[in-house]
C-alpha cells in the first residue's frame, strides 16, 4: 500500500491528453512539491518533472504538471505511442521525514 | 556526462547481509547541493526510497527499513555504498542508485544508474 495513491492504468490513442492523478495528504503532497518520474520498459526511471510543473532540459512541453491541496496531476498532450510506460509520482512526506511514491500509473497508447 | 554503476552480489542467501556499491564517473560525488542515494523495486512492483547520503556523511533513511540500512560514502574513490542486514524474500529487487537534488523538498533523482537485480534465495 503506497503513500501517494495512483490509479493502476491508463490509456489514450496518439494525439489524445491523458492525465494522470496523485492523491496524498496534508503531511506530503499537501506541504511539499510533487516530482514525476518515467519508466520505459526494462529501464531506470527518468525525471519527468519536479516542483510541480519544471520540466528538466530535454523534457518536450508535452508534459506538464500541476498541483492542488493534496493532489497533483501529470498530463500528456498529443500522446505519441513513445509515451507508453510506467509514470510514478513522488512526494516528501514531513511525517515519515521520507521520500515517498505513488504505486505507478501504467500507460497503454492504444 | 554523469554515470552511475550498481555493483555486487545478484544473490544473496536469507538472513545475510546485501551490499552494494553505487561508482559515480563523469562528476564528483563531493559537489554541493547534491545527494546519494538509493531506491528499489521488486519485480512487477513500484519504487521504494530506501535511503541517501551526502557526501559529508549525512544520511536519511526510510524508516520503515531505517533498522536494517546503512549507507555510507568513500569520497576517495567516489563511491557509496548500501548495506541491507537480515534479508528475506521480500528484499528481492532491483536496486538503484541514484544522485538526489536536494534543495528543494523531495529531492529530485536526476541521474540513475542502470539498475541490478538481487535476488534472496538459498
Same mark, same amino acid.
Given at each position: 500500500?503506497?503513500?501517494?495513491? $495512483?490509479?493502476?492504468?491508463?490509456?489514450?490513442?496518439?494525439?489524445?491528453?491523458?492525465?494522470?492523478?496523485?492523491?496524498?495528504?496534508?503531511?506530503?503532497?499537501?506541504?511539499?512539491?510533487?516530482?514525476?518520474?518515467?519508466?520505459?520498459?526494462?529501464?531506470?526511471?527518468?525525471?519527468?518533472?519536479?516542483?510541480?510543473?519544471?520540466?528538466?532540459?530535454?523534457?518536450?512541453?508535452?508534459?506538464?504538471?500541476?498541483?492542488?491541496?493534496?493532489?497533483?496531476?501529470?498530463? =500528456?498532450?498529443?500522446?505519441?505511442?513513445?509515451?507508453?510506460?510506467?509514470?510514478?509520482?513522488?512526494?516528501?512526506?514531513?511525517?515519515?521525514?521520507?521520500?515517498?511514491?505513488?504505486?505507478?500509473?501504467?500507460?497503454?497508447?492504444? | 556526462?554523469?554515470?552511475? $554503476?550498481?555493483?555486487?552480489?545478484?544473490?544473496?542467501?536469507?538472513?545475510?547481509?546485501?551490499?552494494?556499491?553505487?561508482?559515480?564517473?563523469?562528476?564528483? =560525488?563531493?559537489?554541493?547541493?547534491?545527494?546519494?542515494?538509493?531506491?528499489?523495486?521488486?519485480?512487477?512492483?513500484?519504487?521504494?526510497?530506501?535511503?541517501?547520503?551526502?557526501?559529508?556523511?549525512?544520511?536519511?533513511?526510510?524508516?520503515?527499513?531505517?533498522?536494517?540500512?546503512?549507507?555510507?560514502?568513500?569520497?576517495?574513490?567516489? $563511491?557509496?555504498?548500501?548495506?541491507?542486514?537480515?534479508?528475506?524474500?521480500?528484499?528481492?529487487?532491483?536496486?538503484?542508485?541514484?544522485?538526489?537534488?536536494?534543495?528543494?523538498?523531495?529531492?529530485?533523482?536526476?541521474?540513475?544508474? $542502470?539498475?541490478?537485480?538481487?535476488?534472496?534465495?538459498?
Amino acid at each position: 500500500q503506497s503513500v501517494l495513491t $495512483q490509479p493502476p492504468s491508463a490509456s489514450g490513442t496518439p494525439g489524445q491528453r491523458v492525465t494522470i492523478s496523485c492523491s496524498g495528504s496534508s503531511s506530503n503532497i499537501g506541504s511539499n512539491t510533487v516530482n514525476w518520474y518515467q519508466q520505459l520498459p526494462g529501464t531506470a526511471p527518468k525525471l519527468l518533472i519536479y516542483s510541480n510543473n519544471q520540466r528538466p532540459s530535454g523534457v518536450p512541453d508535452r508534459f506538464s504538471g500541476s498541483k492542488s491541496g493534496t493532489s497533483a496531476s501529470l498530463a =500528456i498532450s498529443g500522446l505519441q505511442s513513445e509515451d507508453e510506460a510506467d509514470y510514478y509520482c513522488a512526494a516528501w512526506d514531513d511525517s515519515l521525514n521520507a521520500v515517498v511514491f505513488g504505486g505507478g500509473t501504467k500507460l497503454t497508447v492504444l | 556526462q554523469l554515470q552511475l $554503476q550498481e555493483s555486487g552480489p545478484g544473490l544473496v542467501k536469507p538472513s545475510e547481509t546485501l551490499s552494494l556499491t553505487c561508482t559515480v564517473s563523469g562528476g564528483s =560525488i563531493s559537489s554541493s547541493s547534491y545527494y546519494w542515494g538509493w531506491i528499489r523495486q521488486p519485480p512487477g512492483k513500484g519504487l521504494e526510497w530506501i535511503g541517501s547520503i551526502y557526501y559529508s556523511g549525512s544520511t536519511y533513511y526510510n524508516p520503515s527499513l531505517k533498522s536494517r540500512v546503512t549507507i555510507s560514502v568513500d569520497t576517495s574513490k567516489n $563511491q557509496f555504498s548500501l548495506k541491507l542486514s537480515s534479508v528475506t524474500a521480500a528484499d528481492t529487487a532491483v536496486y538503484y542508485c541514484a544522485r538526489a537534488y536536494w534543495y528543494q523538498l523531495p529531492p529530485s533523482f536526476d541521474y540513475w544508474g $542502470q539498475g541490478t537485480l538481487v535476488t534472496v534465495s538459498s
